[in-house]
Every structure is written in structure tokens, then in C-alpha cells.
T-cell receptor, first 115, second 110 residues
Framework: EAGVAQSPRYKIIEKRQSVAFWCNPI?????LYWYQQILGQGPKLLIQ????????DSQLPKDRFSAERLKGVDSTLKIQPAKLEDSAVYLC?????????????FGSGTQLSVL | DAKTTQPNSMESNEEEPVHLPCNHS???????IHWYRQLPSQGPEYVIH???SNVNNRMASLAIAEDRKSSTLILHRATLRDAAVYYC???????????FGKGTKLSVKP
């Protein structure tokens, strides 16, 4: 079974530039999550999709971050403009339906460095 | 918000059992207890989860206290590959979001 795919693996940009991350969840998984993990901390949920609708984006800095999930499959997360404090690993995860007893499958993440 | 408390770090010897504790005194009746681990430079990996009863799988065992206010993840024979940060998480609410804390960093000595 193919896992959650993310690209790129690494990205280095200067502050005020824009960047986009891509995620392809496990086939058939309705729920998709984006997490931000700053060095030394646990992952922090940014946004949760159920199919192509947003379930929770309460932690997403909406002045600079945006995310979409077209056709309920792939998803992109964008930062525009980037700040130094956005340097982190961005993790995508998916689960079958998003119920409490399900497990999440995580991708390897995109490591972003903002200079 | 439902919260968990874990020790910052633990050490174990290879091939010995490891007991990773987690306190969750504010747990409610419908909250699931999930454990994930994260190896260096990788995304978190599911380990095990439970609601009320103890659970076993090929990776580990989960022992849940009778009052559900604490749980213990048991690795029966630690290997060097088990060195990771282990997160104990309560999954709750209508959306069931996984809210990660700082976890326990497990070191395994040969």
C-alpha cells in the first residue's frame, strides 16, 4: 500500500517569498491534515479537510497561509509571504474517515528553511 | 482541551522491556488514547490506541488504568530502532483532531 506522498522534501527560501507544498494522501482516505512541526516541538495541527471541505482551520494563520484540497484528493499548502518563524517541517497526514478510533498515516514532511 | 503529561525522556537497555507512562486525568468517557512515535527525520508513526480495555498489537501493548486517568505503553523488548519520541494523545470531539504534546524521548542503549 502506497503511503502519504509529500513534495518537495526540502525547500529553502528568503523571507517574504512564497512557497507551496503538495500532498497526495493514501487512496480512499477522506480526511487530510496539515501539521507544522517546529524543531524540538510536537506537530501542531494547521488544517483538517474532510473530502474537499474544511473541518478545522482554527490554528491556520490565514493572513499568510492558505490550503486547498481539490476534488477531495491531493492538497496544497501555501505560505505567502513567508516569515523567519515559518521555518519548520510541514507534515501531511490522512485517515480513512477521521473517526476517533482511526489511525493517521503521516508523510515524511517538507522541511522549510526561511532565510 | 484534553491534555496528557509524559516524562521528557527515558532510557532503556536493548532487549529489555520499556514502560512509557502517560497521565490524562481530564479524560472523558468518549476520548480515545492514541500513541504515536517519531523517529529522527521522519513523520509520526502510529503505534497503538485504545478506549477502555488493554490492547496488544505487533508493535506494543497498551495498558489503561481502570479509571482511565493514566495509561502505559509497553515495548516488550526494546531494540535500537525503537529510539524515538513517543507521543501519548487523547483523541476527542467531533473532529477527532490529534493534538500532540512534547512527548517522551526514548533512548535505547546497546
Amino acid at each position: 500500500e502506497a503511503g502519504v506522498a509529500q513534495s518537495p522534501r526540502y525547500k529553502i527560501i528568503e523571507k517574504r517569498q512564497s512557497v507551496a507544498f503538495w500532498c497526495n494522501p493514501i487512496s480512499g482516505h477522506a480526511t487530510l491534515y496539515w501539521y507544522q512541526q517546529i524543531l524540538g516541538q510536537g506537530p501542531k495541527l494547521l488544517i483538517q479537510f474532510q473530502n474537499n471541505g474544511v473541518v478545522d482551520d482554527s490554528q491556520l494563520p490565514k493572513d499568510r497561509f492558505s490550503a486547498e484540497r481539490l476534488k477531495g484528493v491531493d492538497s496544497t499548502l501555501k505560505i505567502q509571504p513567508a516569515k523567519l518563524e515559518d521555518s519548520a517541517v510541514y507534515l501531511c497526514a490522512s485517515s480513512l474517515q477521521g473517526t476517533l478510533g482511526e489511525k493517521l498515516f503521516f508523510g515524511s514532511g517538507t522541511q522549510l528553511s526561511v532565510l | 482541551d484534553a491534555k496528557t503529561t509524559q516524562p521528557n525522556s527515558m532510557e532503556s537497555n536493548e532487549e529489555e522491556p520499556v514502560h512509557l507512562p502517560c497521565n490524562h486525568s481530564t479524560i472523558s468517557g468518549t476520548d480515545y488514547i492514541h500513541w504515536y512515535r517519531q523517529l529522527p527525520s521522519q513523520g509520526p508513526e502510529y503505534v497503538i490506541h485504545g478506549l477502555t480495555s488493554n490492547v496488544n498489537n505487533r508493535m506494543a501493548s497498551l495498558a489503561i488504568a481502570e479509571d482511565r486517568k493514566s495509561s502505559t505503553l509497553i515495548l516488550h523488548r526494546a531494540t535500537l530502532r525503537d529510539a524515538a519520541v513517543y507521543y501519548c494523545i487523547l483523541r476527542w470531539g467531533s473532529q477527532g483532531n490529534l493534538i500532540f504534546g512534547k512527548g517522551t524521548k526514548l533512548s535505547v542503549k546497546p
